[in-house]
């Protein structure tokens, strides 16, 4: 199981540290480095701030979202970088929520999820081998667009650039059964948001047989302490936000997960509270046996006992979301 540093998105501002964290990663012989974004900060730049820092450590989003690009934009990005960094771009994408979707990109959440991601990750592909120019008689990624409002003008179109390399990792975060399911088949590899080792079916049966060199990687946060509970903090005002804020009271893939995960009626309590503006109470809400199972927190020796199950799964890249270098120092040593 190789390890990941995922530095996530900018709050309010910069986030101080980051590419100090990450010049650790790399010298204590992290596989990669990860950010994201949400309705903020970007993926992509802070990414490409680390790239000219470092020299050998892989370079991923997770996740870069959909809506946020078209997929040939998209495409454009992870090629430049990759050839940038030397061939170390891997790219997470992620198609978010109707809330964010329509709310922060001022577009249509599509009606057929499973159809809109299977015909981004075509058109990037495309993109990245280069073999012809783009072409696809896709629902929501048509190329050339063929629309009643276009010009009809539009031409099939090969990228100038030639990539780095055709086979570009492209990982995509999935919670629903059947999107994972897809994501086992089209992509190169699979982001959990959270993961807990002793219930993987919660994700479906579309992990019973993965081909070989398929990566899973779930973010986890990690924090060396002696308090637990203090330490699970973070962790569970992480999945107040999500569970109770990143999606409707009907819709919510995050609370959908977490019902599969055994917690059904504590993910709609906390919906409720956090949709009532209550949201200290909704973090206070979570239990401290799921944050803890999905997390890695503790003295030394408990994270060392409860990495193991961790290691035993089809975990191969761990991504670790941690607050300082000695966390990172740590379980670079345990995961050696």
């Not at 219930?199 to 002696?226: I, K, S, T």
């Not at 239990?287 to 408990?302: H, K, Q, T, Y």
Request: with cysteine; aromatic share 8%.
């Amino acid at each position: 199981m190789r390890l990941g540093l995922a530095l996530g998105y900018w709050g309010r501002g910069p986030a101080p540290g980051h590419v100090e964290l990450a010049l650790e990663a790399e010298r204590l012989g992290y596989g990669s480095v990860w950010t994201a974004e949400s309705w903020g900060s970007d993926a992509f730049t802070p990414l490409t701030w680390i790239a000219a820092r470092t020299s050998r450590i892989g370079l991923g989003t997770a996740v870069a979202q959909m809506a946020a690009r078209s997929p040939t934009t998209t495409a454009m990005q992870a090629l430049t970088l990759d050839h940038l960094s030397g061939g170390r771009m891997m790219l997470g994408l992620g198609l978010s929520g109707p809330q964010v979707v329509e709310g922060w990109y001022g577009r249509p959440f599509p009606k057929s999820p499973l159809t809109a991601t299977r015909e981004y990750v075509d058109v990037v592909r495309q993109v990245l081998a280069r073999r012809a120019p783009v072409e696809l008689e896709g629902r929501f990624h048509a190329h050339p667009y063929r629309g009643p409002d276009g010009t009809g003008l539009g031409r099939p179109l090969k990228s100038i650039t030639h990539p780095l390399r055709a086979d570009l990792p492209v990982l995509l975060g999935a919670e629903g059964p059947r999107n994972v399911a897809q994501t086992v088949r089209i992509a190169d590899g699979w982001l959990p948001l959270y993961w807990s080792p002793g219930r993987p079916d919660a994700y479906g049966p579309g992990l019973d047989e993965l081909r070989d060199g398929f990566m899973v990687a779930p973010l986890v946060r990690a924090q060396v302490c002696a308090d637990v509970s203090e330490g699970l903090l973070p962790v569970k005002a992480m999945l107040g936000f999500y569970i109770g804020g990143m999606g409707h009271a009907t819709r919510n893939f995050h609370a959908d997960l977490m019902g599969r995960m055994g917690y059904e009626e504590e993910a709609r309590r906390i919906q409720e509270l956090f949709l009532a503006g209550r949201r200290e109470e909704a973090v206070l809400a979570v239990p401290d046996a799921f944050a803890d199972e999905i997390s890695l927190v503790g003295p030394r020796e408990r994270i060392a006992e409860r990495l193991e199950p961790w290691r035993k799964g089809p975990v191969t890249d761990l991504l670790v979301v941690a607050p300082d270098p000695e966390t990172l120092r740590v379980l670079a040593d345990l995961n050696a």
